[in-house]
């Protein structure tokens, strides 16, 4: 697992980007590596950059790339790109993986055992996308930093396909 740390933003000159990309083996044991790579990234990014990250976030953040990486270790062949970036006032999920087949929630169903990782992400962020690749698909999630300041949680928003 070999990240990748802060740069510049290509599109902004001057403007710095704070993000880490690790390519993950596509095996069960990098999923617990990727919660953990999430978990120190926001953590470093409130130490060094002094960017405020509310419990909450940090514990959907290891939730969502906990689901993720999952679900492309899961149901696609070979490596995980797994790409964690702070954008204005959220934090970005984004995992890539080989299988072009896009990801679909189901009608919830309490009897139903499994198969909700999809409806969990989905509930707990803010922004939800899942576009096709030349070569694969790639999965954003956004996560609100913070809480609103009255103590309510940041609302979901409706997700993107």
């Excluded at 993950?24 to 790579?37: N, P």
């Excluded at 790109?81 to 009608?107: H, M, Q």
């Amino acid at each position: 697992m070999e990240s990748v740390p802060v740069g510049e933003d290509a599109t902004t000159p001057g403007e710095k980007t704070i993000q880490t990309t690790v390519a993950l083996d596509g095996t069960g044991r990098v999923i617990a590596q990727a919660r953990h790579l999430a978990a120190d990234f926001l953590t470093r990014i409130q130490a060094e950059h002094g960017l405020p990250v509310s419990q909450r976030a940090m514990d959907l953040a290891q939730l969502v790339v906990s689901e993720l990486v999952t679900n492309a270790v899961k149901y696609a062949p070979g490596p995980v790109l797994l790409d964690l970036r702070i954008a204005g006032d959220t934090v970005e999920v984004v995992v890539w993986d080989s299988d072009p087949v896009l990801p679909l929630a189901r009608a919830a169903d309490a009897g139903r055992v499994g198969q909700h990782g999809l409806e969990i992400v989905m509930a707990v962020c803010q922004g939800f996308e899942a576009q096709r690749e030349p070569v694969g698909k790639r999965i954003t999630a956004r996560i609100a930093l913070l809480d609103d300041p009255g103590g309510a949680v940041a609302g979901a928003h409706m997700p993107v396909y």
